[in-house]
């Protein structure tokens, strides 16, 4: 890859082992910078972290559960730190600003037509899984900023598992979305919370079922074990 002449493709379709020194180096320092920023300013944890870091043949798919921007700069750290490549599944309508593209490309992201058979993402989720690179995918969708907003599930993250026979690793966020409250335009410090749940495995699905069935099913089962993450990080830290 060439600094200067390689495209947001280029970074996309690429290995984050064979982006330009520069790049690699740039992108170090701003994860240290953010990295300290979070720590200090949300005073995060990560509970059960070696659940999340255990690594076999392939990357691991991680799914969690999304309130705020903040989770999703604290989970990429930490990370990063721990010695883990991980790329950040966005809404392709990100990349319609020019600076952002070029911002989310470099740290690894790889975007996604929602509501559609994205297969050119699908496949790059697959290569970089098999290169051992974690993906990142928030199934929601969107912030839930509050218990009233309806949400629903996005599939497609078991699909990318299966493709690269790649594990599901559950995680649960809890305190984000009060850093910056509804109607509020600036953040605060908080104390916010992480854990990590076992990693899954789509063999464990019934073997009686078609395809499409088992991976609903491993789908919902994945789902329900962000949720009881969540309730648990909710009991012990209520309000």
């Not at 690594?55 to 921007?69: A, D, E, F, L």
Request: proline share 5%.
């Amino acid at each position: 890859m060439r600094l200067f002449k390689s495209t947001p493709q280029d970074y996309y379709d690429s290995p984050m082992s064979d982006f330009p020194l520069l790049i690699r180096a740039l992108v170090w320092a701003v994860m240290a910078i953010l990295f300290a920023f979070s720590k200090l300013m949300w005073r995060w944890s990560v509970e059960d972290a070696d659940k999340l870091l255990k690594r076999g043949k392939t990357g691991v798919v991680i799914i969690c559960n999304h309130t705020s921007m903040a989770e999703v700069v604290s989970i990429v750290t930490f990370l990063y730190f721990s010695g883990h490549r991980v790329r950040p599944i966005f809404k392709s309508e990100f990349a319609k600003a020019r600076i952002v593209e070029w911002a989310f490309s470099r740290v690894g992201g790889i975007p996604v037509d929602r509501g559609t058979s994205d297969m050119k993402a699908l496949r790059r989720a697959q290569h970089a899984l098999k290169q051992g690179e974690d993906i990142l995918i928030f199934p929601e969708g969107t912030r839930i900023r509050s218990d009233d907003q309806q949400s629903s599930v996005h599939g497609g993250f078991a699909l990318i598992a299966q493709m690269a026979k790649a594990p599901v690793a559950p995680l649960a966020v809890c305190g984000f979305r009060d850093i910056t409250p509804l109607g509020k335009r600036f953040m605060r410090p908080r104390t916010c919370w992480i854990k990590a749940g076992d990693q899954l495995s789509l063999d464990s699905a019934p073997a009686d079922l078609k395809r499409k069935e088992r991976l609903a099913w491993f789908e919902n089962q994945s789902w329900s074990c962000v949720l009881e993450l969540r309730k648990s990080l909710r009991s012990k830290h209520p309000g």
